[in-house]
């Protein structure tokens, strides 16, 4: 699982170092703002997969003496970075595009730019996915930031393309800058919903209805369990944390109350890999 993480995030960084260059040498030749915005946004892709890239592997650390819930969170605090980058260039590209509208500049090689955009979106499409299914399967939250940040760049990519296409086909200089403002407005909406989800992770909010409603069956439908209480779940990264109270006959020897308790820890752990579950264990009490 862990090479599938880090090669992922490396092909995210390759794919964000080429088309920023790329981007940025259209946007001198041609003088199009649009274009420029969209080379500061790979620009700061190319900061975020790299943080995607470390976090992920700092991340995969097993737990040590300092650390002994392990580095999870390592993920979720780059998640949150890479929002704040998102929010940084929403400032940049407003900026310019409002510059741009007040004092009109003439985009030229308009050729170079829609053959550079076209093969950007096609490409910002191809690794996003490829990217995301990874981040999902491994429930990795640096991964699905930065698959976040690949598919805003695809987006961005077909809205500057059409605002291109619209400088080519009428001559409207300022529809370049127009194209630019929508983009911040989607960037700015991507960065608050990224922000948001990472926010909550490190704040140790609980897992989704559903899961927790898994954890429940998986309880109630466990031979010997009278019940259950104190049910706890946060997430780290990837890796769930599960901590929870059942109750068992009070006749049962600490043995069997052991082995039903470790086997239902392994069983929510399958369910919900990667997953760390602790199980307590109280007798029953006909006066609770």
């Keep these: ?7 992922a995030a ?21 003088g199009s703002v649009s274009l420029l915005s969209e080379a500061a ?17 700092a991340a995969a650390a097993p737990p ?6 392990g580095h999870g969170k390592i993920e979720s605090l780059a998640g ?38 076209a093969a950007s979106s096609v490409g910002a499409l191809g690794v996003a996915r490829y990217v995301g299914r990874i981040g ?36 409207v200089t300022w529809s370049d800058s127009v194209v630019a403002l929508g983009l911040a407005v989607w960037m700015t909406i991507g960065a608050w919903r990224l922000a ?14 559903e899961e927790v409603a898994r954890i429940g069956a998986l309880v ?26 059942i109750v068992v006959p009070r006749e049962w020897s600490l043995l069997e109350a052991h082995d039903l308790a470790d086997r239902l820890e392994k069983r929510i752990e399958t369910e919900l890999a990667p997953a760390n579950v602790v199980i307590h264990v109280d007798p029953y009490d006909p006066n609770r």
Excluded: C
């Design 196 to 209: 948001r989800q990472a926010f909550h992770d490190l704040i140790d909010i609980r897992l989704p209805d």
């Design 41 to 57: 946004h790979s620009l700061t892709d190319v900061f975020a997969s790299s943080i995607a890239l470390i976090s992920v592997t």
């Design 80 to 117: 949150f970075g890479e929002s704040i980058l998102l929010f940084g260039v929403v400032v940049y590209v407003v900026v310019e595009a409002v510059m741009r509208l007040v004092t009109p500049q003439p985009i030229v090689q308009l050729d170079l730019g829609l053959w550079v955009m």
């Design 220 to 245: 109630e439908h466990e031979p010997g369990v009278l019940g259950y209480h104190r049910l706890r779940t946060r997430r780290a990264g990837s890796l769930r944390y599960v901590d929870m109270h």
């Design 64 to 69: 040590d003496e300092e650390h002994p819930f």
């Design 136 to 171: 999902y399967r491994t429930h990795s939250l640096a991964l699905k930031s930065n698959a976040q940040h690949l598919m805003v760049d695809f987006v961005t990519s077909v809205g500057v393309l059409v605002g291109l296409l619209a400088v080519h086909l009428t001559g």
């Design 1 to 7: 699982m862990e090479w599938e993480k880090r090669r």
């Design 10 to 30: 490396g092909v995210s960084v390759a794919f964000n170092i080429v088309s920023t260059i790329i981007k940025l040498i259209a946007a001198v030749l041609t």
